[in-house]
């Protein structure tokens, strides 16, 4: 199993703060079946990770990792919050891939809104070669209350990642019902941990693609570890066709 979300770099964000929550994480992973982990720190106005020291991470995890002969691979990433200049300091090499090599790049929005240049921006990253992966697109209030905002970009070309612990109801019913209704209308091809820790962020994969192979089958449980093997692979994946969830208030959501 591949997790391509993931808060496990020590001391550089909201994640794990010492080595020793690095490690504990790392056996959590381990645990829950996860071989590869791309490490995503924050990138935005409280967190200022740029590539190099994200880089420089990586390889103390990897020590750590070496040290305990632990059966996991950690590899760089980003988790980048949407901003004017993002395709200038990624040209700059400020920004990473996924992986550090893909041209899959994991782009946040705020969580209390959609900001008004998302399309162009997403059209203008794609121009540049880039595919973004917008993440937890289930807990952003614009699209909560209009999720036919999540179907526009779907059909832009933009793909998006929904978080295991939204899948498992960790974040409350109305995330985890939208969860489910954008795994039905295929308006989401990734389920990654997000995991900052092993308590209240915990990686929840393996319960929640249990539920979803519950839910939907085995195939669409496959699928979801299919595309994030793509990911860091560097590779297409086929993608269904995306259909709009119906606006008539559903289980209560809206």
Known sequence: MIDIH??????????????GDTLTMLKSAIDEGITTITA???????????????LKKVKEVQNIIDEHQLPIEVLPGQ?????GDLLKEF????????AG???????????NHVPAYAKELFYNIQLEGL???LVHPE?????????????????QGVLSQITASSVTGHFGKKIQKLSFKMIENHLTHFV?????????????MKEAFEMIEDSYGSGVSRMFQNNAESVILNESFYQEKPTKIKTKKFLGLF
């Open 40 to 54: 995503t720190p924050h990138h935005n106005p409280q967190f200022n990770n740029e590539s190099p020291l994200i």
């Open 131 to 133: 595919q973004p992966i």
């Open 101 to 111: 090599t893909s041209s899959y790049i994991l782009i946040e929005f705020p969580s």
């Open 6 to 19: 993931c808060h496990i770099l020590p001391g550089i964000d909201d994640g794990a703060k010492t080595s």
């Open 91 to 98: 040209s700059e090499g400020k920004l990473l891939t996924a």
């Open 192 to 204: 990654a941990s997000d995991a900052h820790n092993v308590t209240s962020r915990a990686f929840k």
């Open 139 to 155: 807990r952003n209030s614009g699209i909560i209350e209009n999720p036919d905002i999540l179907f526009d970009f779907i059909e």
């Open 79 to 83: 988790e980048v919050r949407i901003y």
